[in-house]
Structure formats: C-alpha cells, structure tokens
C-alpha cells in the first residue's frame, strides 16, 4: 500500500465547520475564543505518560442522544450519542473522521484532562483555531467506562449559531482514539448506535476494513480505509468518514489527475467489498475546503451521509473483525 498523507482529524472539519443554507435560515457553527492560559493549566507538574486505554463494563450496549434527530437535519448521516467525560455530561459526534476524541476546551477543562503536547493548528472559515494532544482519565457511554483516552482538545470553543445568535455549544466528536477497540452499528432507523467490544459476524454484505496508521508527538493517528472499484477500476483508497454529510465521493487532485476527471463525475458503479452501490456522484474534494475537508495522496472520502443518501438503514464499522458492514 502505498503511503498517504492525509489530514489528521479531518473529521472535525465536517463536524464543525459546516456553513449551509436550509429552509430559509442561515446557520453556522464558529469558533468562539477561550483563555489560552487555561488549557495550559491542563499541563501535568511532570511531564509523562498515560497507561493504555482499557475498558470496563458491558460488552454490548447502545447509545442515543436527543439531538441525533436535530442534528440529522441540519448534518444529514451524523449520530449523536451522550456519555460522561469525568463524570461531566456530554453530547459527542460520532465520528470515524477524527483520528482521535476531540473535546471543546470548555469540556476538557472542566474535566481536568491532561495536556501532553501542541497538536497542530487548524484553520475553519478563515479562523486559526489551535489544539493541544492529551488525555482524559474516564469517559462513559451508557455503562461501558474507557480509561486513559488519547484526546485532542480544541484551544476554541465551537459554537452553533442561527442568523448570528449562538443557540448550542458543541461538546465535541467521539473519534477512532476510542472507537479503534470496538464495533460499531449506526442505525438510522432508530438513531441509536450499538458498540460492542467483541468481533461480529453479520450474514449482510461486507467490505475488509483496516486502519491506516500515523503517528504525531506520540500519539497514533488512525484513519479507516476500505478498497473500493469505480466502474471496474482500482482497487482505490476510500477514507470511512462518519462526520461527514456529504451525499457524493470526496476525491482527492491527485487521485482526480490520475483518473483523468477534471470535475464532478457520475460513477456508475462503486463496489467496496460485496458492498454494491449504483449512480454515485464524485466531487472533487477541493469544493469541500472552505468546511475544512482537504485530502492528500491517491485516496477518496465518504461520510455517513453519503450512506444515508444510498438508501442504507445499518451501518457496521467493525474495528476488531477488520470488517464493513451495509444494511439496505
């Protein structure tokens, strides 16, 4: 497999840095400044590390939140679940696109993480936000406790907004840092979404998943990547992005160059796996930037709700069986 470089949490971009017009109301999330000084307070006296994340609790169980339904109308394909961060509510995307957790500085303050290192700068609608690498010490989700998960903490608060007045603060996205030791079914029939801590098996059509693996100041940055044939030909590099709502294939300038497109294509056939999928648009992923989705090398993205768009009802992102599962 050849290398590729692609953005590290590019999930975030989707999740919160969306700028749309829908039913007459212009809505936005934006970034609202936080006290640098505070996430700096998160710095142990000493400079260390975590032990390894190790779960506790159910081996399967489900999680909703009530703002899936909100959020899927606004966000078409994003889940929404609730869960605890030292032992402060929260509400999190679920999010395979962000290669690890993401907490708003508000949260990961109020939950006393740990701040290890700069994480890189990332620029939304003209707005530098920094971020810092870390780790909080609990996060709960219906029963299930995770110790010792690797986050990324936002430096500014991301804030949804309609016609100019702020009306959510987003809590952040529950990212591959956690979701890499798990199953995961997101059902859009009910909204919930099933983890389980053992592989499955599933009599439904599946595509082999693995992780693409990076690694920054320490921390290791994953990304789920299937193969996929357009109209018979690769097999190409396809990035699972469950934080974006896209309807169509993201595609990257260098894999547009090498496939000769030069803008939006109609694929006749996507095949990922035994995973059939006919008439899907392909943009290129350059008229994404603004929101802040820039992929590099030969790879393409598609979110959740492009699999909303295609008529699937499940969704099974198995980490642990290395498999991909869609349910009409």
């Known amino acids: 497999m050849r290398k590729v470089a692609m953005v590290i949490v590019g999930g975030i971009a989707m999740a919160v840095g969306l700028f749309f017009w829908s039913g007459g109301r212009i809505i936005t999330i934006e970034y609202e400044d936080f006290p640098q000084n505070e996430p700096e307070k998160l710095r142990p006296p000493e400079k260390g590390t975590f032990g390894e994340l190790i779960f506790t609790g159910p081996l399967k169980f489900e999680a909703r939140s009530r703002w899936t ?13 609730d869960a605890k961060v030292d032992s402060r509510k929260v509400t999190l995307l679920v999010d395979t696109g962000a290669a690890l957790t993401v907490l708003s500085p ?3 303050t109020a939950a006393h993480a740990s701040l290890m290192a700069v994480g890189p700068e990332i620029t939304h609608w003209q707005q530098k936000i920094p971020t810092y690498l870390g780790y909080v010490q609990e996060l709960e989700i219906s029963g299930l406790k995770a110790y010792h998960v690797p986050v990324l903490i936002l430096g500014k608060q991301p804030v949804l907004k309609l016609l100019g007045l702020p ?10 840092s956690l979701m ?7 059902d859009w029939r009910t909204g919930t ?4 801590r053992e592989p499955l098996s599933l009599e439904v059509p599946s595509a082999p998943l693995r992780l693409f693996e990076q690694e920054l100041h320490g921390f290791k940055i994953l990304s789920p990547i299937v193969d996929g044939f357009l109209d018979e030909a690769g097999p190409y590099m396809i990035l699972i992005d469950t934080g974006a709502s896209p309807a169509e294939i993201l595609v990257s300038d260098e894999l547009l160059e090498a496939l000769g497109w030069k803008g939006r294509v109609l694929v006749r056939h996507l095949k990922l796996g035994e995973i059939e999928l006919k008439d899907v648009p392909a943009i290129p992923a350059r008229e994404r930037e603004a929101t802040g989705v820039k ?8 979110g959740g709700g492009f699999f909303q768009a295609q008529g699937i009802k499940r969704l099974t992102l198995d980490f642990l069986g290395g498999k991909l599962y869609a349910e009409r």
């Open 69 to 81: 339904q909100w959020a899927m109308r606004l966000f078409p394909g994003h889940f929404m679940v």
């Open 180 to 186: 890499e030791k798990l199953a995961v079914t997101l």
């Open 193 to 196: 979404v099933t983890f389980h």
């Open 106 to 108: 508000k949260v990961a």
């Open 167 to 176: 009306v959510y603060r987003v809590d952040g996205l529950l990212g591959m």
């Open 295 to 302: 992929l590099k090398g030969p790879v393409m993205l598609i």
